[in-house]
């Protein structure tokens, strides 16, 4: 089975995420539809923060749960720059990064052909890099190397909003439950194409907060899931 079927889903789960994370969304809106097996819940916030330009800017955040997983997206409120990194690092844990979904389709595309063959996506992070490597020395066998590949990397980016879905949930969850705090980081899109040298860092964006409250809402909403 190849290994775009996975991404085909995250894709299509960060897709159906996008009615519930309008950025006028209010704070703690909870929705859900379905029942049994088949429910799905969404529990959202706006969080502001300074821009650094002296006015404000605001995430919509919407923590989602159905009978797979939790997941998380995050719409902006203006484009970001893709080229640039984004991360989101939750106290306890390293950072997590983000990836577009054509630098995760050539990833795909890399393990489908077999890494063993010395093929390498021609542009892709040091992550990925060590990761074909592990799956090429048969430290992480071929059976398993499509779901491993999910967990470590199933974190999308597009130009207005950022998904994080199962694998790399799972282990972030505990923290984010226990009130652990958040610092997103990314880069807003520059509105012009050419800029002198210090004005990428007034574009630069950091953004703290806490998930506990949003995740006991959740729970709340899905009880015993």
């Not at 897709?15 to 950025?23: E, R």
Request: proline share 8%; glycine share 8%.
């Amino acid at each position: 089975m190849t290994r775009r079927i996975g991404l085909f889903l995250l894709a299509a789960g960060l897709g159906a995420a996008t009615p519930a994370l309008a950025v006028e969304v209010p704070t703690s809106d909870t929705v859900c539809a379905g029942e049994g097996a088949g429910r799905r819940c969404t529990v959202s916030t706006v969080q502001p923060f300074p821009d650094n330009r002296g006015g404000l800017g605001e995430l919509s955040i919407s923590a989602v749960r159905d009978a797979a997983c939790t997941s998380l997206y995050i719409v902006f409120d203006e484009p970001i720059a893709l080229a640039r990194p984004v991360t989101l690092a939750v106290d306890g844990a390293p950072p997590q990064r983000f990836y577009t979904p054509r630098q995760l389709s050539d990833l795909a595309d890399t393990l489908d052909k077999g890494p063993q063959t010395g093929a390498a996506p021609e542009v892709g992070p040091p992550e990925f890099t060590r990761f074909l490597s592990q799956v090429a020395a048969g430290a992480i066998t071929d059976e398993v190397a499509g779901t491993e590949m999910l967990r470590r990397f199933a974190a999308i980016k597009e130009p207005r909003r950022i998904g994080l879905t199962c694998g790399p949930m799972e282990r972030l969850l505990p923290l984010m439950r226990a009130d652990r705090p958040l610092r997103l980081e990314f880069q807003r899109q520059a509105n012009s194409a050419t800029q002198l040298y210090h004005w990428p860092r007034l574009d630069r964006r950091t953004v703290e907060f806490r998930l506990g409250g949003l995740l006991e809402a959740l729970d709340r909403a899905m009880p015993g899931s």
